[in-house]
């Protein structure tokens, strides 16, 4: 079975620096990775994903991610994050049938 | 249209009720999900739907009992749960489920058992 580690519980910033949430994955034949915000009280929306080309990915809300095999990271940035950024962030990988294993979650707080 | 709704939005319910969840989407998605997500953890896969057929049962307790009456819904039925189930239950939709690509979640219902 795959998994996924969030190497930071919670990560706390100011408005307007940059940020960089940890995700390492297990290795596995083929790789297919996900980051997906959770507002409080809310669902999950997918930031982004990576399935296969171009190691470096764009999301939506300016984040992108790298996706690094060598080190087995797939680690979220974000060059300057504003107070409506302030959520539950979870990477994710595929495994067969397409269920998704989450990590344990990191908890961005974007201080003014 | 890209949404997953789900309703109630809350529940609370006793341990001797019997109550649904319900989760619709109209995105022609043939692959539903349901997953459990207790505070402060991630979410957790309980019930995969394809093509409206049972595809995984995560080992859950019989006291859930999922149903796909259609392609574009998929309940969640309860019956004598546990204060340990309360929880906010995510519903979920992709393409097909052996597909590349993302899966949309709905809002979720948050469950309250007394």
């Known amino acids: 079975a795959q998994s996924v580690t969030q190497l930071d519980s919670q990560v706390p910033v100011f408005e307007e620096a940059p940020v960089e949430l940890r995700c390492n994955y297990s290795?596995?034949?083929?790789?297919?990775l996900f980051w997906y915000v959770q507002y409080p009280n809310q669902g999950l929306q997918l930031l982004l994903k990576?399935?296969?080309?171009?190691?470096l990915v764009k999301g939506i809300n300016g984040f992108e991610a790298e996706f690094n095999k060598s080190q087995t990271s797939f680690h979220l940035r974000k060059p300057s994050v504003h107070i409506s950024d302030t959520a539950e962030y979870f990477c994710?990988?595929?495994?067969?049938?397409?269920?998704?294993?989450f990590g344990a979650g990191t908890i961005l707080r974007v201080k003014s | 249209d890209t949404e997953v709704t789900q309703t109630p939005k809350h529940l609370v319910m006793g341990m001797t009720n019997k109550k649904s969840l319900k989760c619709e989407q109209h995105?022609?998605?043939?692959?539903m999900y349901w997953y459990k997500q207790k505070a402060k953890k991630p979410p957790e896969l309980m019930f995969v739907?394809?093509?409206?057929?049972?595809?995984i049962n995560e080992s859950v307790p019989s006291r859930f009992s999922p149903e796909c009456p259609n392609s574009s819904l998929l309940n969640l039925h309860l019956h004598a749960l546990q204060p340990e189930d309360s929880a906010l239950y995510l519903c979920?939709?992709?393409?097909?489920?052996?597909?590349?690509?993302?899966?949309?979640f709905g809002p979720g219902t948050r469950l309250t058992v007394t």
């Open positions: 979920a939709s992709s393409h097909r489920q052996g597909a590349l690509g993302e899966q949309y």
């Open positions: 739907y394809s093509y409206e057929k049972l595809s």
């Open positions: 990576y399935l296969s080309g171009s190691t």
């Open positions: 994710a990988v595929r495994e067969y049938g397409n269920k998704l294993v």
């Open positions: 995105m022609g998605h043939r692959a």
């Open positions: 290795s596995s034949v083929s790789v297919y």
